[in-house]
């Protein structure tokens, strides 16, 4: 096979997150190079195990492209070397390791295959996925979880993503070293995890591998939740949407909630565009840890990506919003496409955690007439904020939960995102500012009642965008 490489970017602004990615590999290969009695297919992960490409390795070898994520450099340069060690099929994309409460987590990301439309072989990802595990749980006992998953990359045009995971796990220490003792093979000691992700992705691209026949022979663990296509399901929610819907309705009246009730001393903690799979184990650890409970606004596509981690939200006693499913701005879609946002993204979070959300919170907190009258219609109430943390713009924790605490009092909404490891570290801050000012952080559903949710026209809540309510720069 021959490879070309089209483009090598060290660096990219996160379409969605608005996060810096520092990894895209982009690469083709000569389409008229198949051989013979190989699978035509790019790049067939089989064709270069234990031999990358030349050409994938220099591109890798960018400077600006550190596997470490930075967040525990030492940490996480140990697990990179027990990884390397553990002489994995597929190539480590990034390592992370990060702490909060004392408590310590892991984040390992691995490539499946070079381009979108590789193939790669469910046993491969399999083992590799436990010898990982195993590797980086040996090498640092004060470990508690990993996050692992594969990617390839991803397709932009579709998903908007520059990677797109085919395969994750979820991994408590104390689980792993139980199963791990029981000589499961790969796909049950996974499966018993109970949070493995299979991508409609893998299994279409593991098509036309050999692996496949053996693939279908052996069901995949029960705990596996099959994602549907995301595209195929915008799509289907978006023409449900349309039936015996041609007639545009009068504008009706929408539920929203822009600030909670004040007769009681809580203050509801949202969490907007997760689920991050670093970051949310994290979260919900300082949340454990002082034994309160918050709101997560999730983007549908990325809930499907982790759904061991909306579980998780879920099995805490945590909340969970409507945040889209595309996370696009709401003013600018059409009456159709803005129900569709929203049906998809309760039907994900519905289907993994049997669970039906109440609020929907639109990106950037940005509406408009139509997708106001969508909102309407799906029944969930529109949750804004009172306090927004910025804490997107890569401040300090203190900063972040500074601009929380400022003139806080009783019904206050405060709007965080878990993008980075400082809105964790702000997070601590925050509800520790609270417990000091005698105030309890709760979630959204505890301070919308006594009357504090309403019910307003469309046309009041457009007076209101136009007079006073400022929505937040997208991210
Ligand atoms: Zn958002």
């Known amino acids: 096979m021959r490879s070309r490489i089209i483009a090598s970017k060290p660096s990219l602004l996160h379409p969605v997150t608005g996060a810096a990615v520092l990894f895209v590999i982009c690469l083709t290969v000569s389409s008229a190079a198949a051989e013979p009695g190989l699978v035509a297919r790019p790049s067939h992960l089989g064709a270069h195990l234990g031999s990358p490409p030349d050409e ?3 591109c890798l070898a960018v400077p600006d492209t550190p596997i470490h994520k930075g967040y525990m450099p030492l940490q996480e340069t140990c697990i990179i070397q027990a990884l390397k060690q553990a002489g994995l099929r597929q190539r480590i994309l990034k390592v992370a390791v990060a702490e909060a409460v004392g408590v310590r987590m892991g984040l390992i990301k691995l490539q499946a295959s070079d381009t979108a439309s590789g193939c790669f ?88 591998d050999p692996m496949r026949l053996a693939c279908l022979d052996n069901p995949f663990p029960r705990t596996a939740y099959r994602a549907p296509n ?21 504008p009706s009246c929408v539920r929203v909630l822009r600030r909670g009730r004040t007769d009681q001393r809580n203050v509801a903690i949202t969490i907007d565009d997760g689920p991050h799979p670093l970051i949310i184990p994290l979260m919900l650890a300082v949340l454990d840890h002082y034994d309160v409970k918050a ?71 940005d509406y408009s007439e139509a997708s106001l009258q969508a909102i309407a219609e799906s029944g969930l109430t529109v949750a804004l904020w009172t306090h ?32 980075d490891l400082s809105s964790v570290r702000a997070l601590k801050l925050i509800i520790e500012g609270l417990l000091e000012r005698n105030l309890q952080p709760v979630c959204l559903s505890e301070i919308a009642g006594n009357g504090a949710a309403r019910e307003m026209s469309v046309q009041a809540m457009m007076n209101y965008l136009d007079s006073g309510w400022q929505p937040a720069e997208l991210r």
């Open 295 to 365: 709101t997560f606004f999730v983007v549908g596509h990325k809930a499907e990506q982790y759904p061991g981690l909306v579980r998780e939200i879920a099995q805490a006693g945590h909340e969970l919003g409507n945040h889209t499913y595309w996370h696009r701005r709401m003013s600018e879609l059409p009456l159709e496409e803005a129900r569709a946002e929203l049906r998809s993204c309760s039907a994900v979070v519905g289907a993994l955690t049997g669970q039906q959300m109440y609020f929907i919170r639109p990106p950037g907190g």
């Open 230 to 250: 995301a595209a195929d399901n915008w799509a289907r929610f978006a023409g449900l949407a349309q039936e015996g819907n041609t007639e545009t309705e009068e």
């Open 388 to 419: 927004n943390t910025g804490d997107w713009r890569k401040v300090s924790p203190r900063q972040i939960a500074d601009r929380a605490l400022a003139g806080i009092e009783p019904g206050a909404i405060i709007l965080m995102h878990d993008g």
């Open 121 to 208: 072989r469910v046993s491969d990802l399999e083992a590799d996925a436990v010898a990982a595990l195993s590797a980086a749980f040996d090498v640092m006992p004060e470990l508690e979880h990993l996050d692992l998953w594969s990617v390839v990359p991803g397709d932009m045009a579709s998903y908007g993503q520059i990677h797109q995971p085919v395969f994750s796990v979820a991994a408590a220490r104390a689980d792993f070293e139980r199963l791990s003792s029981t000589d499961l093979p790969a796909r049950q000691l996974l499966g018993k995890l109970g949070a493995v992700r299979y991508a409609p992705l893998f299994l279409s691209n593991a098509a036309d």
């Open 56 to 58: 994938l390795l220099q």
